[in-house]
């Protein structure tokens, strides 16, 4: 072979330069002229060479040898390669054709490996791939059905890829013989598919995708009979078993499962009751995998847990519940960030289950006890420390930032004893760092543990620091909190800071000690300024040094430094020694040098002022500050808020909720001091408006921890509202998912809020339960006491009493007289009589309260005599009468018809200078009633309307409408509705009232009155709920019950009287039909009221 000569490698280099595209034909072409059998060749190539260099516009003229190559020359070459490429092409598809009609003719041998893994392509065969490749996978059409028909007809497999559609169509076309026709098919051609399975599971899944796994089930079974060749394999089982899970069959799904050890069918099923929503069903599952200890690995549990959660912790919970027996193997990572999420969730159930499951995963991870100590160190309990004993022995190591953190936590819940367990720790690894200890003193003073914080100087020492300025600042100042004044002074000098605030914490040091020259000698030695000479005349003033105090104020006022907090100082101080002159003059003074005052000058002022009980000096005070535009604060509000609950007269709490509501941008709820001062006002004065108002605030803007005093207030407020479930979900989150133990005030407000609800006994429970550890007193048992003698239980009162005096207590009045009206609600006259005589022989004199008991005990049981008796002697003691004795007696003169003492304690009462009460007027108004002199009664009511001071309320204007009926007088009832609105402060009438009227017309057969009436109430009802402003469904259908103004008998007589008077099916029966529809009610049709959902 010969090289090309330079000529054809230019030529070469110039075409693969110039037409990189035409490379291929070039690199052919190379392979061929390397042969070089002749020149011709040679020719042809470098020709193509000048063809392709032209199509780029480039002329290029070859030569070879010293003869220039011209076009005519290279043609015959040209033709001579056609002619051999044509050549070689012709026997090509002459053998292929010989081969075609050699295998049609079954001429040639057959190779059995060869039939196995490529079958005949019938013509059955080939239109099932053309199908195929103009139909999308899953999708069937009409063809698939004429190849089915053709391949029946022909006695021909389908193919394995057509199966599926085929019979898909065929099962939409005729389900009832489709079936068979599939069996016939598998079983007849099982040979003619290299894997009988694979078109057996092709068949099924059309099956189950058209007629459900119940028939794909009885097709795998018939074929299974027929042919053994046929036979299910690991993949059947699965489409099987996602099919009946998909479709939620728990019963065949575990069937099916019941003999099978492979985990993949497990978590098949639970996959498919997942994607069926049955979380239950994929909870069995699973479970079933663990008792049987097959792995299925942590996805299929997570998958599980993650569609729990995504429909809400609660349905977590019941997912954990169902699977927290056995052990399951979860994902670290999910049950981790389950954790992180529900750091304080509310729910200690949820928690608890998570703590479960995470604990009994195989191995320690990290990941998991992180969150779960976080959240434990929240809790005052041991488990953080158990928690973190188990992760540190099983090898996992807690980092600084672990520990530094987990400390904070502790301190915030004050779980010391992991406080303890953490510092251990660190000691035993040497890992002690100056961070660490300012950390473990901010967790010891934020617990008021000023000792131990001061004691963490020595271990700082000891450990090798020096601790910095600023937690020098600190020590001084916990050691002068704690007295420790010795200690203060020398934290001080080692600090060998010049720190105003050091000096200042001196100063405090001194003043504790009262030592008030060590304190002004401490002035001198500083380099003073504003605040040092203010903290110096705070310790003046508080050990009554006032000339000192002034003193300092004449030299700071030289000096330059007196501001306003030095004349705040000595005004509070002359304040506190309730020297108002001197006060006076100091606010004077303040003026005088130029300086305004703020609301906390007029703060002290007015705190005197209340102190010594002169209301009217703080509305005076209150006045002079909105003339001088100083803004009242927290403070003034929350002093205010004490007028509010002190003063006898509604006109000066009136003034003080005026001056709440008055400041708009005031933020109650987040001054824990102010929330529960105004908490307390409301409770004192009952107003239910406000109350439910700041109620609502509270829940919607809670950011602050609940102090125990404030849980105690929250459910006293709850309680007045008789709102229970509120009452319940405060305690919980106090003693459940705070850990907070109560004190003896919180649970007494617990067991008063469980015993005005009537639930008795679950207070009894509760005492019980916390008894020891909550130190108990009288007031505790006397509330049971109460308790009991609300549901006239004078045998459980009794039992308590000796429980009480068991343990030690003293019976007081309170006690006494609950115990007394327990008896006296039972009947058991006799032994309240006794329990009086014990009550004075242990010097506990009864008041008025305690006679009422008794006195009511007899009016009860109709003996007036005895009660009129009790009453004299009452008076012979002294003691005075109230409006409540007074009415306990009327009530049972007017109940036994006693018309005549009832006229004698009327006069009794104007003779006592007793005011009469709403409650008061109502008894009288029933008295006229019965002895039929409605005017009698009419005439009571106006006059105590007349009366500017009162406020009737709905109950009179019930007892009214009452007497009216009584007294055959329908027209003069319904004349009481407008009265009643003409009263001065009155609300109205309310449901007792407006049903008591319907009853009343529809029991006289004024059918249109009666319905009249109801759309006024319903009216009522509508307005009522559209002046709400609370959206909680819970507490709108509270609403919805408080304002259904008609009751269920009232509804009944007038569904009754309406049909008979022919008025349902009529404008006024169809109005009244669409308001009650509008509230949830409906009219009952057989005496009975149907209460739709609200």
Known sequence: LKPFDTETNRALFLSFSLAPSRAPTFNSLSSFGICQKSIFYRKAFLTMSSMVMNTNSINLTMAVGSQESSLSDLLPPVHGLFDILFDEVSWIIFGFLAIQVLLRANLLPKVEFLSKLSPPRSRVSARAGKLQSHTKPGETSPDHLALWKDAQRRNEAVSLNALKPCAQALLGCNSKTALNQLTTHLSKHAESYPQPAAALNAVVEGVVSTDGPEAALSLVQNVENSVSKVQRNGKTVELLIEAFARKGDKDQVLSMLGGSTEARHFAVAIRGFLRASDLYSASAVLVCTAQRKIAVGPRAAGELLRAAQAKGWDELLRVLGLISDDEVEAPVEILAKFLNECQSPGDAALLRALEDISLRQPGHHYCLYEPLLKIHAKKRTTRAVELFLMMTSNGLFASEGLCGKLLALSGESENFAFVEAIMKYLREREMLSLSIFKTLMKVYASAGKYEEACDLHDDVLEAGFEPDQVMYGCLVKFAVKCNRSELSRKLARDSKSTDVQNHIWLIRSAGQEGDVDRAIQALRESKADAAIYNATMDVCVSKNRFQEAEMLLKEAKELGFANLISYNTLLKGYCAASDIAKARRTLKQMAEAGISADSASYNCLLGVAISAGNFADVWSLLDEMIKKSIKPDHYTVSIVMKVAKRSHSQQDAAKAFELLDALHGLKVCEDDILFNTVLDALIARQDYHRLGRLLNEYRSSRTTKTSVHTYGLLIKAYSLLRQTEPITQLWREMVETRQVVPNTITLSCYLDALVSSKQVGKATAVFQEWKGRVATNTILYATLIKGFATVGDAASAMEMYKQLQSEGHQMNLVAYTSLIDAQARGGEMEKATELLATMEKEGCDPNVITFSAIIKGHCMQGNLQAAFAMFEKMLGRGLKADAVLFNTLLDGCVRHSGFELADALLEKMHDCSVKPT??????????????????????????????????????????LVSACFLNQAPERALGVLPEMRRWLGSSGPDATTYSTLVLGLARQNMGREATEVAMEALSSCNSSQRGSHNNNHRQQQQQHQQYALLSEEALAQLARV????????????????????????????TGYVKRQQY
């Not at 006059?943 to 204007?957: V, Y």
């Open 918 to 959: 709403n409650f008061t007027t109502s008894i009288e108004v029933k008295m006229w009633g019965k002895r039929r002199q409605l005017d009698q009664a009419f005439a009571v009511v106006r006059a105590a309307a007349e009366d500017r001071s009162r406020r009737l309320d709905a109950q009179i204007g019930t007892c």
């Open 1058 to 1085: 309406m049909q008979k008077q022919g008025l349902l099916q009529k404008e006024l029966g169809i109005r009244l039909q669409s308001r009650l529809e509008a509230v949830g009610l409906a009219l009952p049709k």
